[in-house]
Each structure stands twice: as C-alpha cells, then as structure tokens.
C-alpha cells in the first residue's frame, strides 16, 4: 500500500476526529445550558472556533485551520440554500485553476512542510549547487524559503497551474537570484541545474526516473520527498520529524545506481 495513501487516510481520520469532538463539545454544552447562546449559526462557529483551537493544541497543520472554522458553517449555510448558485460555479473555476493539470498530470498541489525546509536548507547548504530547479514549484513555498537563505544560488521553480504560479511569483518578486516559470517542467532539460527538487506522486516517479538518467550531468541530484524512484536506489534518505523522507538520487552514470532487475 502508497504510503502517501496511508498518511492521507491518517490525516483524514484526524481531522474528523477534532470535528467530532468539538461539535460533542459544543453542541452538547448547548444541551446542558452551559452556553447562553442557543442559536444553531451561533453554534457552528463557536463548533469551528474550537475544532481550530483544538488543532492548534495538537500541533496539526496550520492549513487545517481555515478548514476546521469553516467547515460545519459551511455545510450549515449550504443546507439552508443560503449561497447563490452562481457562487458554486465561481468556485469550479477557482478550483479548476489551482489544481489546472492534476486530473492528467495525476499530481495534486502538496505544500512542504516547515520540518522539510529546515532540513532542504541544511542539504542545499551542505551541497553547495550553483542551481537548483523545483519540478511543480507550487505556491513557491520551498524557492522562496531557500532562495532568500541561499542569495549566491540561482533558483528556478516550473508550475503550470495559474493561481499556484502566481502566487509564487509574488512571494519571490524581490528575490533576484529566483524565476519561476508556468510551463510543465517535462518540456525542459535538467542538464542546467544541480540540484533539482521534487514532491509529486507515484505516478510519474517512474517518467521522472527515467528524465534524471537521460538529462542531469554525472555529480548532479535530485530530491524527491516522499516519493521513490521505483528503479534507483536513494543515495541518502533523509528522515523529518512528523513528516514524509526525503530521497536523494545522485546521477552517477548513465543505469548506474539502479536495481537489480527481479528474479524470473
């Protein structure tokens, strides 16, 4: 079984938990007259209120945060038809052009984890490449991060989703040593850069593969969190407190590096 599919059901396993237990609270105090507002709208965002809460005190992700306060007002005000139905047409297009070529490029928008940037910068400073390149850069989470810790480092970041692309772009504008470009990082070469960083899916890790053998120069690496190169052994793994592993693949030739090929 993926591991990633494992963590996603972890997580969501979670976050309903702290639903649960904050509408136990909430709507349970309620009953008891432990609160002096009995209003069902009322309720669903005091429930939201303490589901974030909540979610801070465990030390879960601070995205889950907007999602927890909205997440049972939203379905309140949903049910009561309350929202126009041009607004559920806006959001479509919304969603359609954050997660732009996930449904072909079977590669949703994951954001890295403050843990794996801690430990990015330390291999970034270890390393010491002249460029590196992050494949589906996303909201520029990670090149804005190393970028502004590393100035002598040419960064270069590859998103074909339009929302993710432009926020990127806003978060490194005055980061002179990073470019992020919206373009699908499989129509360019890894031939230019150092070091080149990835947090994609199963499914195209075994293309990628095979774009590393074929493209980056011997000496050169590639980072892949979480995810294997189903046919390389990882030079290195690096493991993260409270997230996924870090792989690092060294080009050392041509098929070096690589599997045994299975018995038959």
């Known amino acids: 079984m993926c591991i ?17 237990i904050s509408a136990l609270l909430v709507f349970g105090g309620s009953k008891l007259g432990l609160w002096p ?10 429930q939201g209120s303490v589901a974030a809460l909540m979610t801070l005190l465990v030390k879960g992700p601070r995205w889950w945060l907007p999602l927890h306060l909205l997440f049972l007002p939203g379905l309140w005000v949903m049910a009561r038809g309350a929202i126009p139905a041009g607004w559920y047409g806006a959001g479509f297009v919304g969603l359609g052009l954050v997660y732009w070529n996930t449904f072909q490029s079977r590669v949703p928008l994951y954001l890295t984890h403050r843990e794996t940037l801690v430990e990015l910068d330390r291999l970034v ?3 010491a490449p002249r460029s590196f390149a992050d494949l589906g850069c996303g909201t520029g989470t990670v090149l804005c991060a190393l970028a502004a810790h590393h100035p002598d480092i040419r960064f270069v970041g590859y998103e074909v989703a339009p929302i993710p692309w432009l926020i990127g772009k806003w978060k490194t504008r005055a ?3 990073c470019t992020l470009h919206r373009k699908s990082f499989w129509t360019v070469s890894l031939s230019e850069f150092d070091l080149v960083y990835a947090f994609l899916s199963p499914v195209p890790m075994p293309a990628l593969e ?3 053998i074929q493209e980056m120069r011997i000496g050169t690496s590639l980072i892949s ?3 294997k190169m189903p046919g390389m052994f990882p030079h290195h793994t690096c493991l993260t407190e409270g997230t996924m592993p870090l792989y690092l693949y060294r080009q050392e030739g041509s098929r070096h590096g690589r599997m045994p090929p299975a018995c038959p």
Do not use: C, D, P
């Open 4 to 20: 990633h599919s494992v963590s996603s059901r972890r997580a969501m396993y979670h976050f309903f938990v702290i639903q649960g």
């Open 37 to 46: 507002v009995s209003s069902l709208a009322f309720l669903t965002l005091f």
């Open 125 to 127: 400073r270890e390393m």
């Open 175 to 177: 980061l002179s040593n």
């Open 210 to 212: 095979e774009k590393m």
């Open 225 to 227: 969190n979480m995810f």
